[in-house]
């Protein structure tokens, strides 16, 4: 039977969604689970009672600041003397339109890469420092997208270009790292069951078209594939992208 137990695990994004599944199922294996969320929410409050916790038990961060992913880890090592993982979720959609406004063509694509990219690299950073100075090695999962691989809407260069580099980095740490017991995976979701899910009865009935699954994937499916990494049942897929898209972009 494969567990977690005796490990702990960092979680950005984990008030909802993927990062709420994951926290649970990992929680359910036996991990020690330290949650992260931009700010406190109804949604913290339910995804900690999940865990055991209580919402004050979230480290809040807001990771589109100037070196909040440092901060986080900071922080989460002030909690606990050690991780042993660490799950990049957190992440943001909004449009970088190619025509209109200006300052929104800025700004989506300031935001989206400072939370998107320079905020997990960030954390990347600190938590190989201290698996390093642990000298037992460790894992990092970043959640990426679909979009990385195949590119997105005309109007969502931005989000699709961040996913890109978050496969880039993943893999270069994992060539890198291996040999130090530092293992690093990708995760690239299609549509899951989140808020950034399509949710008029039109665009959910055209995303459903291109999905021969029929359907889009449950947080659970994609938490089930993370916390099943974070096991160490195979550490040879280092490096690895797992794609949940019910076969709508098979690679």
Sequence with gaps: ??????????????????????????????????????????SAKKAAASVGQIADDFLFEDLSKPHAGFSLVARALERTDRLDAVVNNAGMFTASPLTGDQTAWD????????????????????????????????????????AGHRGDGV??????????????????????????????????????????????????EKALEEIPLGRVAQPEEVGAMIAFLLTGASPSATGATFDINGASYVR
């Excluded at 989206?112 to 201290?130: E, F, S, W």
């Excluded at 040999?179 to 039109?202: H, K």
């Design 155 to 204: 109007e969502n260069a931005a989000y699709a270009a961040s996913k890109g580099a978050v496969l880039a980095m993943t893999k270069t740490w994992a060539r890198g790292l291996a040999a130090e017991n530092i293992l690093l995976y990708s995760i690239a979701p299609g549509w899951v069951e989140t808020r950034m899910a399509p949710q008029d009865i039109e665009a959910r």
């Design 107 to 146: 700004n989506g694509w300031t935001r989206t890469l400072a939370v998107n990219v320079q905020a997990p690299a960030d954390i990347c950073r600190a938590a190989i420092a201290h698996f390093r100075e642990q000298g037992k090695g460790g894992t990092i999962i970043n959640v990426a997208s679909r």
């Design 1 to 42: 039977m494969l567990t977690l137990l005796g490990k702990t695990i960092l979680i950005t994004g984990a008030a909802r969604g993927i990062g709420a599944a994951t926290a649970r199922l990992c929680h359910e294996a036996g991990a020690k689970v330290v949650l992260h969320a931009s700010g406190k929410t109804d």
